[in-house]
Each structure stands twice: as C-alpha cells, then as structure tokens.
C-alpha cells in the first residue's frame, strides 16, 4: 500500500511563493509518476503537473507553465512542487497523486490548501 501527504500548504500575497511536497511511503513508491492536481472551491478538480519516475517526463497545466515546478527526489521518496508568481486564481486544495502506469492515479494525498490573497 502506498500512502501520500502533502505539506507546504498556506497562506501567501499575489507574486508570492511556496512549495510543496508530497512524501510517499511504500517500496514501490519511487517508481511512480506523480502528479499533482488542484481543486478549487466550487470547480472540478484539475491536473497541474506530472513527473516520471525517472524525471524524464513532465508535463503542465497552460496555466501554470513558467510559474510552477515539479522536482523529484527518489531517495527521499518526496515529490516537490515550486510556485511562483502564485495569482489569486492559484487559490484551491493542492493534492497530490501517484500511481504505476503513466496517467493513472491510483493513489492520492489527503490534500493541502494554498491561498493567494491579491
């Protein structure tokens, strides 16, 4: 079984930043691709980005290309995500999710809030 919990979460001014993380516990969890998603008050959840396994695929939402970054560390079994330039439209519960075949996630977090105050 493979467990998820984000942290990071918080409140921030417009244009400012955070991070997240995702740690992962279960001894296949390294080999996942990660994702993270996004629900805002109100609105289907939506996809935010993704990684590989190896870091060699990686994809994002238009909305948040230039601004986000998603990292991994495989030896920590943590995922990252790095906002910057967050807008007031950044504002929602960030999850994260895992899962072993590419664009399944069979696995996700219990989820942090990120609130932008413009």
């Known amino acids: 079984q493979v467990q998820l919990v984000e942290s990071g979460g918080g409140l921030v001014q417009a244009g400012g930043s955070l991070r997240l993380s995702c740690a992962a516990s279960?001894?296949?969890?390294?080999?996942?691709?990660m994702g993270w998603f996004r629900q805002a008050p109100g609105k289907d959840r939506e996809f935010v980005t993704s990684i590989n396994w190896s870091s060699s695929r990686i994809y994002y939402a238009d909305s948040v290309k230039g601004r986000f970054t998603i990292s991994r560390d495989n030896a920590k079994m943590t995922v990252y995500l790095q906002m910057n330039s967050l807008k007031s439209e950044d504002t929602a519960v960030y999850y994260c999710?895992?899962?072993?075949?590419?664009?399944?996630?069979?696995?996700w977090g219990q989820g942090t809030q990120v609130t932008v105050s413009s």
């Open positions: 279960g001894r296949t969890a390294n080999r996942y691709t």
């Open positions: 999710a895992g899962g072993p075949v590419t664009g399944k996630y069979d696995y």
